[in-house]
């Protein structure tokens, strides 16, 4: 259950912990590993991971720990192993073990009050209520998040500027999951046939990434039904005219993520519509990742999409009228309602834990527009974001049934041109992006994405 970081080089832990010091102007501040938890009985739990924050400042898997920041100093407290632990789970590494991996000093979790005193100590929002409670008791006051309480303001605000830009070890990190995402997908293409099942697919998926010593960073959705955003079944037989939607992304052994998504024909070749479609989709991820560079407004990252995804649904058809128009009135959004992507980083959504005080910049707040709200990310774009860029087109019943949105669309959707296209109930095409000084590098560029590609990736042996 205990993890310590991959690399022998406990540096960059050590310059995190420097940099967010020097944000806090001394304040001390508390952040909390958190704790296993119980799937139905106290002794069989969930797979252990230590919350992102902890794991950005420690790089460590640490049950029941807590890092105090506090001036020049940091120091881990942790409870130390039950007299029983090695006969239930082997060796346990030992503080000396952990303050080398980590570069922090450890301590036992007795001392903790005492090296917290009296003071005003900022915190962080725990992963589980029973971590939350303990951190309520050392820093004394209750946890907010949205807004923050007065005391871990400036800590929120501290650890969000530390954590968009990713260092050399976390880009490095990031490129690690990107690989093994990749090989997941290439798996999964090879492994479509029609007549199996969605979750055969899932499997060669999940045995590249658990291969390289990896998990999942959110649960895959592997599905025939991609109008299903959040599709998290996989029961469903693989049929001949059927589309296959995958969204799988690996997360490194220190939790760095990747958040891939490909969608391909279960026979290996696309119908003539849904090619169509899926060079709509194609293009409007190229629009998109063409706007991302530096100093660019992820919102706009996100309309350049939109525009993209309008001008070829009015090509073929199925949308009439003006490009400009159809993305202001949210038109478009019938079929692609979701935001562009989110950063990417220690969580596949990263810091949304936060909530929109990490998404969108200061003096910037979601839109009630149909076509905006679901925007996960707003701010101005620096060298060492990532983000993901995910277009899709979708056939949401529930959308195309809506009264409401049916009459922002008025005539300016074809009902009967979209009723030749009932074999794409849904297609999404998601990359993760770094932003570099001279633009985009996609990370994810191994995962076949092209239509000739991708067809020649299924089913190959």
Known sequence: MIRLPDTNDPAPYVARRRRLAALLGGRPALV?????????????????????????????????????????????Y???????HALWHGPTPGADAVEAATGCPVRPLAELPAAIGERPTATLPPPDTATAEVLMAYVGHPLAVDPPFP???????????????HDPAAQSELRRAAAATAAAHRAGMRATTAGAREWVVRAAMEAEIVGRGMS???????????????????HHTLGDGDLLLADVGAETGGGWAADV?????????????????????????????????P????????????????????????????????????????????????????DVHDMEDLGDRAGYAPGRARSDRFGLRYLRLDRDLSPGMAVTIEPGFYQVPALLEDPERLRAAGDRLDRARLAQFADVRGIRIEDDVLVRDDGAEVLTEAVPKAPDEVEAAVGMR
């Open 295 to 346: 100093g660019a407004r992820y919102r706009d990252v996100h309309l350049a999409a939109c525009h993209a995804l309008a001008a070829g649904l009015v090509a073929l058809g199925i949308l009439r009228g003006d490009v400009a128009e159809l993305v202001e009135d949210d038109v478009h959004a019938l079929f692609f309602p979701h935001g562009i992507g989110h950063l990417l980083g220690l």
């Open 216 to 234: 999942h960073a959110y649960n895959p959705i592997v599905t025939v039904h991609g109008e299903v955003l959040h599709n998290d079944v996989h």
């Open 151 to 165: 005391t871990d303001e400036v800590l929120f605000d501290a650890m969000i500027a530390l954590r968009l830009v």
């Open 78 to 84: 942790a409870e130390p192993a039950a007299p029983d």
């Open 32 to 76: 909390a590993a958190g704790l296993p938890r119980p799937r139905n009985y106290r002794a069989n739990v969930y797979p252990y991971r230590a919350s992102s924050h902890f794991l950005y400042l420690t790089g460590a898997s640490l049950p029941g720990a807590f890092v105090l920041v506090d001036g020049d100093h940091a120091t881990i």
């Open 261 to 293: 998504t490909r969608t391909w024909p279960v026979t290996g070749r696309f119908s003539t519509t849904q090619r169509e479609i899926y060079g709509v989709v194609l293009e409007a991820q190229r629009a998109a990742i063409a706007a991302v560079r």
